[in-house]
C-alpha cells in the first residue's frame, strides 16, 4: 500500500483548503484511513479517521467542526477538508491507513503512511 498526499499550501486564516490522500493497491476500502499533522518542534499528532466504508469518522478536539474527513473508494482517495483555518493549523499532514479506525485514532502500529503535505496558515 502506497499512500501519496498533496493539496497543502500557503493560505490565509480564515481560509479554506482540501487535501487529497491517493491510495495504491486494490484494497483501499478495507483499511480505515486517517490524517496526522506534525508541527514545527512538536510530535505528530491525530487529526481525523474515516472507517473503511466511511461510515464512521472521529476528530481530534482542535479540529471538530472545521474539519472534514471523507473517502471515495472507487478513487482510492481520502480528502480532509479544512475551514475557518488557524495558524496553529500550521503543519506537514500526513495520510495513513491501518486495518481499524481504533488503530488510527490511538497511532498504535499504524503500518502505512504518505509523505506530507505542508499546509501553512499566515495570520
Known amino acids: 500500500v502506497q499512500l501519496q498526499a498533496s493539496g497543502g499550501g500557503l493560505v490565509q486564516a480564515g481560509d479554506s483548503l482540501r487535501l487529497s490522500c491517493a491510495v495504491s493497491?486494490?484494497?483501499?476500502?478495507?483499511?480505515?484511513m486517517g490524517w496526522f499533522r506534525q508541527a514545527p518542534g512538536k510530535e505528530r499528532e491525530f487529526v481525523a479517521v474515516?472507517?473503511?466504508?466511511?461510515?464512521?469518522?472521529d476528530y481530534a478536539d482542535s479540529v471538530r467542526g472545521r474539519f472534514t474527513i471523507s473517502r471515495d473508494n472507487a478513487k482510492n482517495t481520502v480528502y480532509l477538508q479544512m475551514i475557518s483555518l488557524k495558524p496553529e493549523d500550521t503543519a506537514v499532514y500526513f495520510c495513513?491507513?491501518?486495518?481499524?479506525?481504533?488503530?488510527?485514532?490511538?497511532?498504535?502500529?499504524?503500518?502505512?503512511w504518505g509523505k506530507g503535505t505542508l499546509v501553512t496558515v499566515s495570520s
Open positions: 493497491g486494490r484494497t483501499f476500502s478495507r483499511y480505515a
Open positions: 474515516v472507517s473503511g466504508s466511511g461510515g464512521v469518522t
Open positions: 495513513a491507513a491501518a486495518p481499524s479506525v481504533i488503530v488510527v485514532r490511538t497511532t498504535t502500529n499504524v503500518p502505512y
